[in-house]
């Protein structure tokens, strides 16, 4: 086998590899935009967009509590002096 027969083969199964992972990525977008429009269309997104938006550290359902943040901040100060 010669080199240029080499290269040539190499080069087929390059673009042959590409090709394959290209079309994977195509059929994976198709599907999960296919995913999407099926679950709009049964209504199953509702309850995500009707929750409402709660600020992490405010105290909300979730969130952390002023007074703990607090507590966290000096045990922490107290361990560094240490």
């Known amino acids: 086998m010669t080199i240029a027969q080499m290269f ?3 080069g ?7 090709s394959v992972v290209f079309g ?4 994976l977008v198709v599907v ?6 099926i679950i709009h269309a ?3 997104d509702k309850e995500l967009s009707a929750a ?6 405010s105290g909300g359902a ?11 901040t000096a045990a922490v100060k107290a361990y560094r002096k240490e």
């Open 24 to 27: 994977f990525l195509i059929i």
């Open 62 to 72: 979730g969130g952390v509590d002023g007074a703990v943040v607090a507590a966290i």
């Open 8 to 10: 040539n083969q190499s």
């Open 12 to 18: 087929v199964l390059a673009l042959l590899g590409m």
């Open 42 to 44: 049964l209504g199953l």
């Open 32 to 37: 999960i935009s296919v995913a999407g429009r």
């Open 52 to 57: 409402p938006a709660v600020n992490a550290v």
